[in-house]
């Protein structure tokens, strides 16, 4: 076996021209506090909205979703024709369904 120490290593791993680190000028610099990195948009003009309403039952389905994922039951796609089914069901089922969701938390 052959032996070694950290000076043969260090003198056989780099040229004398080489270093391990990069030159100091190829990393990008700091961000200053005055650079304009963070541009706050304006709010949203209520003018400019589409005008389209939800069908109720999407409404609901969108609904469902949300009450699932909060209560940490997060949807997966191929429960898709369920909730479908269940947010054709009348609004006061939806409603009672969410409410035992929102409680389950």
């Known amino acids: ?3 070694w120490s950290n000076e043969t290593l ?12 990069p030159p100091e000028n190829s990393w990008p610099g700091a961000v200053q506090s005055g650079h304009d990195a963070d541009v706050f948009l304006p ?3 209520p003018a400019h909205r ?3 309403t939800l069908d109720p039952q999407d409404q609901r389905r969108l609904a469902l979703h949300a009450a699932l994922t909060a209560a940490g039951i997060p949807p997966m796609p191929e429960d898709r024709a369920a909730i ?6 009348p609004p ?4 009672v369904l969410q409410r035992w969701l929102h409680h389950a938390l």
């Open 1 to 3: 076996m052959a032996h």
């Open 10 to 21: 260090g003198s056989c791993a780099f040229g004398a021209h080489e270093t391990a680190l």
């Open 43 to 45: 709010p949203p003009n």
């Open 50 to 52: 589409l005008r389209y």
């Open 84 to 89: 479908d089914q269940i947010s054709a069901l």
């Open 92 to 95: 006061a089922v939806n409603t």
